[in-house]
């Protein structure tokens, strides 16, 4: 008994934080979602966990956070592609997640698009032949090239590791979309939205030098097995699972959208 209090002591709770993730709750950023097909199967929430976290606990923090009934009831999973399919995914007896890079502290990163390679042209998104990629999703611009296609030539623009950085994720949700996304033709409401969007899921701090760097964790959730509900209705590579954890101020961030392609 003395063994099963202690696990019970030790669990990580949530507490969800009003407001949400407020640059996705702006007027302004609601129609961009709505336009890009990504607000009918999204979730976006702030919590706030109770007890001295370590990178060492992550796996059972990740198993804590997904079986915790407040993050259930606030944040349940797509069930399907009709409006309102959400359930919860019951018990939760593992999750896998890989930690993506947080280096980036400047939205300068994007610059490249339009100084070095062809992709932006004073601003605006070069277009291209339409090519089918996978799941029913058309490029039929650079951008999209750049971050769909291996094959391409714009896909050199950015190496693997710049590729596991949390903010060209964001951008590439973002751009990418849903299965009905209405794309843009100019890459500001991207890069102003993925600025917007980066800085509220991660928090900043000084080092000794004066330099500004991320201390926040951040990972991509792949799976978790839920014994109701799997935390994505379907297979697809567009599906997109993100936590941030901010250990100082024990805050955790939680951006999810399930992707259904055009029917």
Sequence with gaps: MASNDASVENTFRFHLLPGGIKSLGEKSAKELLAKWNLDVHMQAHSFRYDQHFTPQQLDAFLCDF????????????????????????????????????????????????????????????????DVPCEEMVIASDKLRLMLLDESSEEWGAYSRDERRELIFHILSRLAIGGGLNQYEDHIEPYLTMTKSLYKDLVAVQKDGAGQLHVRSIALQVLNAAGAVHPLFPTPSRHNFCYLTIDPLQRHVRYWYGAFFPMM
Excluded at 121 to 126: H, L, V
């Design 66 to 129: 997904f079986n915790d009934p407040t993050v259930q009831a606030t944040a349940p999973v797509c069930t399907g592609r009709q409006i309102h399919s959400w359930g919860s995914m019951g018990s939760v007896s593992s999750v896998k997640a890989d930690r993506l890079s947080t280096s980036v502290v400047r939205l300068d990163f994007f610059d490249r698009l339009e100084k070095e390679v062809d992709i932006v042209r004073a601003g605006y998104i070069a277009k291209c032949l």
